[in-house]
């Protein structure tokens, strides 16, 4: 096998802010392996262990030099894992593999994996906002993109009053259209915050709460799930299915990423841990193309939940394939995950 490597540079349409800072782009690495026949392709966005396009390259050939990598996914996750790789720079790798394997099989990714190809309705985002952002980006996103639920970030800085202003602009702003609303804090709250909030929430057409607690204080969620009002999601607590086993008795369900957990390797195990423990399942996304958004809908079938929408918010998107249909992130019926890149 060939192994080469792009960095393209992603521009957001909106910028993101969340708890912990503001994104309006990165330089994301995606990874091409080559056999005489086939051709696989992944993408890896930079963050924890590796956090520029550049890193992750660097660890990926290290790796590739000294020890090569195995045409199996599960093997090569594995031996990547017991040296210390990034996660977000192996899931460029492990998301190839996936889509050579599915390519030489010729089937969708999707069939490869035994799944059907359907999912719910995604989420698309909007970042901390003021009340005057929200009255214009609210409609524009829900009108443009046609999406039936719609994420708010909140765990602003300024408090929970500045949360609670904007939330309440969002819920003005999309009852119009009908959609569903979830909140995701990104670990910004207090105990103290979380257990109000989500009081206060609970009457305000809100399904879930996503992360309430920083990683940090997870010694903490088994005081909030007692008193929960709202089912309550891990997202930066979980990287690996040990951390499902882990929290599984304060929690409500996980979020996935395959940048958090390598790939789709990881993703196959940490749906199978949480269903074990009767928690519900949801895959969401960072800051990607339609290349590991292709991905993460391949295997859209597994999940409760769907927040595959970075695509959706990029002013130039790279690769191509996927459709959004009725809230849906749909994959073609062609052989790989369907992600390709247009330039």
């Not at 979830?182 to 206060?200: E, I, Q």
């Not at 690996?240 to 929690?251: E, M, P, Q």
């Not at 959706?312 to 394939?321: F, H, K, M, Q, R």
């Amino acid at each position: 096998m060939k192994w080469l490597y792009r960095h393209i540079e992603l521009k957001k349409k909106y910028s993101l802010r969340i708890s912990r800072g503001v994104s309006s782009g990165s330089i994301n690495l995606f990874v091409v392996v080559e056999t005489e026949n086939c051709v696989g392709i992944g993408e890896a966005a930079p963050g924890a262990g590796a956090d520029t396009a550049e890193a992750c390259e660097q660890q990926l050939k290290e790796f590739v030099e000294q020890q090569g990598i195995p045409l199996n996914p599960f093997d090569a996750w594995n031996n990547a894992h017991s040296v210390g790789i990034a996660l977000c720079a192996w899931a460029g790798v492990d998301i190839a593999l996936w889509d050579l394997l599915a390519k030489k099989s010729g089937q969708p990714l999707y069939k490869l994996l035994g799944l059907p190809n359907r999912s719910v309705p995604t989420s698309v985002t909007i970042g901390i906002s003021t009340p005057e952002i929200v009255r214009e980006r609210v409609p524009e996103l829900l009108s443009r993109t046609g999406a039936r639920n719609l994420k708010i970030k909140l765990g602003n800085p300024e408090g929970i009053e500045a949360d609670q202003a904007m939330y309440a602009e969002v819920q003005k702003m999309a009852r119009r259209f009908g959609v569903s609303l979830r909140v995701d804090a990104n670990g910004g709250w207090s105990l103290a915050d979380a257990t109000t909030m989500m009081l206060w929430l609970q009457n305000r057409d809100c399904d879930y709460i996503e992360q309430p607690l920083n990683s940090d204080s997870d010694d903490q969620l088994p005081s909030l799930f007692a008193s929960r009002k709202l089912p309550i999601f891990i997202d930066e607590s979980c990287n690996l299915s040990t951390d499902v086993a882990r929290l599984s008795d304060c929690i409500d369900g996980v979020n996935i990423k395959l940048m958090k957990c390598g790939g789709i390797t990881e993703a196959l195990r940490i749906v199978a841990t949480a269903r074990a423990h009767r928690l519900q399942t949801m895959i969401g996304c960072m800051g990607e193309s339609s290349i590991a958004i292709a991905a993460g809908a391949s295997i859209g079938a597994l999940f409760d939940h769907i927040d595959l929408d970075s695509h959706l918010n990029l002013a130039s998107d790279p690769a191509t394939g996927l459709e959004f249909e009725d809230g849906v992130v749909r994959v073609p019926e062609i052989a790989g995950h369907g992600g390709q890149l247009a330039c």
